[in-house]
């Protein structure tokens, strides 16, 4: 078993090294939190100890795994221009609300006016779908059109947050402050994506590597996924009606 988690870990490692993980920002920018996961620096840039960000990894994937077998949902929050792909991407494989641009003040803090928000963007699009709209002048739906519009920019990517989620996975904590200042009022826990100037209690669990490069973004974005869909595979299966249409469907082949 040592052994097995000796090759898995190398592989991890190795992975990191090609998406360029251990990438970290100049000493000068490094927050104190950081210096533990220093490994040494090259041409001006630190270098990560990749052994510690598996160690790291490896913690907050089991906490991943653990919610996707209870069931809980996680908000996906990255707002930089480098990381909006992947989470946009990300939240879809596992069917979980996302942030991908600017945090709205207040998401978590007064999520109430934003639930209406989402319910009005969900109200004026299904009338739009119904025809409803025709009703007004072509300059009113010019007009309904764009607030639409708005409306799905700013918060499409919430509709699927019906109420508070369990989690937030951020890249960036030092970019997404107020998205973390607002979980921590909440007691929401934190999986955050932390480069070197970041700050350590920041984050509940630690994803310590790049957090300005794609590839890096998108390898991360990926272990998390990949861990609460383990975690989906490992919970209790449905009971109740799905065991009467097995039976129905044990009978029909009997007959």
């Known amino acids: 078993m040592q052994q097995e988690s000796a090759v898995k870990n190398t592989e991890l490692i190795e992975s990191m090294f090609k998406v360029g993980a251990h990438f970290g920002y100049s000493k000068s920018r490094r927050h104190p939190s950081m210096t533990p996961y220093i490994f040494g620096s090259k041409n001006k840039v630190e270098i990560f100890d990749l052994e510690k960000t ?3 990894l490896k913690e907050a994937k089991e906490f991943i795994r653990k919610c996707g077998k209870e069931g809980k949902k996680i908000l996906f929050v990255g707002g930089k221009t480098e990381a909006r792909d992947a989470i946009r991407n990300g939240a879809a494989a ?24 989402i319910g009005l ?22 007009h309904i059109d764009r607030e639409i519009e708005d409306l799905d ?12 989620p369990d989690v937030l996975f951020i890249v960036d904590t030092k970019q997404e402050t107020i998205a973390v200042s607002e979980a921590k009022k909440a007691g929401i826990a934190i999986v955050g994506i932390l480069n070197s ?14 957090d300005a490069g794609m590839a890096s973004i998108q390898f991360f974005v990926t ?3 990949n861990a609460y869909q383990e975690g989906q595979r490992q919970a209790p299966q449905q009971t109740g009606s799905d065991e009467s249409e097995q039976e129905n469907s044990k009978g029909k082949t009997k007959e």
């Open 54 to 56: 598996t160690e790291s």
């Open 94 to 117: 596992i069917s979980m609300p996302y942030v991908a641009g600017r945090w709205i003040g207040g998401t978590i803090t007064n999520f109430s006016e934003i639930k209406k928000r």
């Open 121 to 142: 963007l969900a109200e004026l699009e299904g009338d739009r779908e119904k025809g409803e709209l025709s009703k007004f002048t072509k300059l009113e739906r010019l």
């Open 153 to 164: 920019k700013t918060f499409g990517g919430l509709r699927l947050m019906k109420a508070l």
């Open 197 to 210: 100037d970041c700050n350590t209690k920041e984050a509940s669990y630690h994803l310590i590597g790049n």
């Open 223 to 225: 272990e998390v996924v």
